[in-house]
Nanobody, 122 residues
Framework: QVQLAESGGGLVQAGGSLRLSCAAS????????MGWFRQAPGKEREFVAA?????????ADSVKGRFTISRDSAKATVTVYLQMNSLKPEDTAVYYC??????????????WGQGTQVTVSS
């Protein structure tokens, strides 16, 4: 069983930056792909970014050039980060950390965090 805990959300003005963190604990599979998704009010959850050891990184077109995903694996812990720059009001959403079911993006996420709210004011 994997537990994912997000942190770093908050309120920021348009053009500002935030860094989200996701700490994974439990039965870790440190080589699994990890990613970030988001869900705005009244909309479906959408892909934001993902990272694997074998396939590098992927980003949604809407965040390319503004967001950067990275990960850090040390001993028995895995942490994934999402650096968000040049934030826009349309980036407002609950951001969810996810661990995929494999080392690649195939199959999609298998575990989810509880989410952290990001609000960008205009």
């Amino acid at each position: 069983q994997v537990q994912l805990a997000e942190s770093g959300g908050g309120l920021v003005q348009a053009g500002g930056s935030l860094r989200l963190s996701c700490a994974a604990s439990g039965s870790l599979f440190s080589n699994r792909a990890m990613g970030w998704f988001r869900q705005a009010p009244g909309k479906e959850r959408e892909f934001v970014a993902a990272i694997t050891w074998i396939a590098g990184t992927r980003y949604a077109d809407s965040v390319k050039g503004r967001f950067t995903i990275s990960r850090d694996s040390a001993k028995a812990t895995v942490t994934v980060y999402l650096q968000m720059n040049s934030l826009k009001p349309e980036d407002t959403a609950v951001y969810y950390c996810a661990m995929y079911g494999s080392v690649s993006f195939i199959g999609g996420p298998a575990s989810w965090g509880q989410g952290t709210q990001v609000t960008v004011s205009s």
